[in-house]
């Protein structure tokens, strides 16, 4: 836990009440690129039958990595401006991880792209988003 | 609640883990068209100095709203093959509202689309996704 | 053409090659809203035993029609910083229209939508963009 | 000229009346993935002063690059069922270049992506599109 950026983003995600309750936990990070891991929750089952893991929790993990891409960049979060995420297959019972690069840094508007995987390695999800690169203060 | 299919829709939304976290309910249903209501939960907040809620919260709203549209034509939920959210303005503490309509009914692929409001009626997301019609079975 | 925004437009129309090319005509403009229609030709086939037209042609209409229901805010085409469309059927050989609306009008990013129909009145397209408000000068 | 898929592409592209108008030609191609070039054209300009190619060219080179990355596994042409696309920086007066490659092959639905650059390397734009792989037939 040397490196700066992990710690930033470690307490980051420690005081946020919805990353926490993501369960996310950092693989690895380098510049324009993040690698994560989301602990499963019985709270993310869409269909208990089925058991599979709801969409919008694809949707928030595409938009972290993404974002957080781009942290190593700017070493703040940056407003997503919108997102697209395709669904690949159905993401059953258990922790994912995602994997987030940069597309295009501008200096105004960024591109980011991630993609969501089974611990054994199978895309369930990828996407990309827009963020604002800009600082608004 | 004697119409049937809001009675179907609460008792998915009541066995299902995620929908029920999301803390959904029904306020209207007619062909085509879905409105309910989300009851905001302190696990919302992407980040306490802001206290807005995170983008995945909004993107699954958007998907389930969409989604249900569809309900009313074909009582079943539909893989969503994509989505995509726009973010308008920051979403901050409070309830939210989603209105989900169809786009677009086909016989294979049907395309819905959601706004979604706080309960002032202000727009703070609105997106568009791409459902699987055709039964897998 | 007493309407000054109408003829800024088809002014700016005639000037484009490329709007030109695509025979855009304004059908009515009014706030946060407007109709084009454009003129088929046979350069817009995709496929000369089915007649249809490429998808390009109705991505051009989407990003039109939605940036041009701005320009009845701004007075300016606004740089596109992304685009969705769904293909809902095949464009056969004619002519199209275009409706373009405002979703969300902001200082520095707006977001606006499309429909492409028939003559006919049949929806072939639809899909929104993300535009930059804010001014680059 | 010996590649059958090679072949069979560059016909399909000299049959169709919008794709000639784009002056594609093909760089190379490989399982999952295909470069082309697009020969630039006077009518792709969207504003004389400024001199940039339109966003609907660019859409189609998305388009066109994304699903021809499918045809090297399919063997022909794919109904796109929707298309995103971002814009990274203003494409000036110049022939342009497009990668494809697959995200997700899947039996009834895959997901391809798409790169947009000069022929200087600038990327220009990229996007990502869904496309119908099952046979309708």
Not at 25 to 49: F, G, M, Q
Not at 76 to 88: E, G
Not at 89 to 102: I, T
């Amino acid at each position: 836990m040397s490196d700066p950026i992990e710690s930033e983003l470690t307490s980051l995600i420690e005081n946020s009440p919805y990353l926490s309750w993501l369960g996310l936990e950092i693989v690895s990070i380098e510049l324009d690129k993040i690698h994560v891991r989301a602990r499963w929750r019985s709270d993310w089952v869409a269909n208990p039958t089925i058991g599979q893991t709801q969409g919008g929790i694809l949707a928030a993990l595409v938009d972290f990595a993404a974002d957080f891409s781009l942290f190593t960049r700017v070493r703040r979060p940056l407003p997503t401006i919108d997102l697209r995420i395709d669904y690949h297959r159905m993401a059953k019972k258990g922790s994912l991880l995602a994997e987030g690069s940069v597309v295009k840094y501008g200096s105004r508007i960024s591109v980011a792209e991630a993609r969501v995987t089974t611990e054994d390695g199978e895309l369930v999800a990828s996407g990309r988003g827009t963020f604002l690169t800009q600082d608004l203060g």
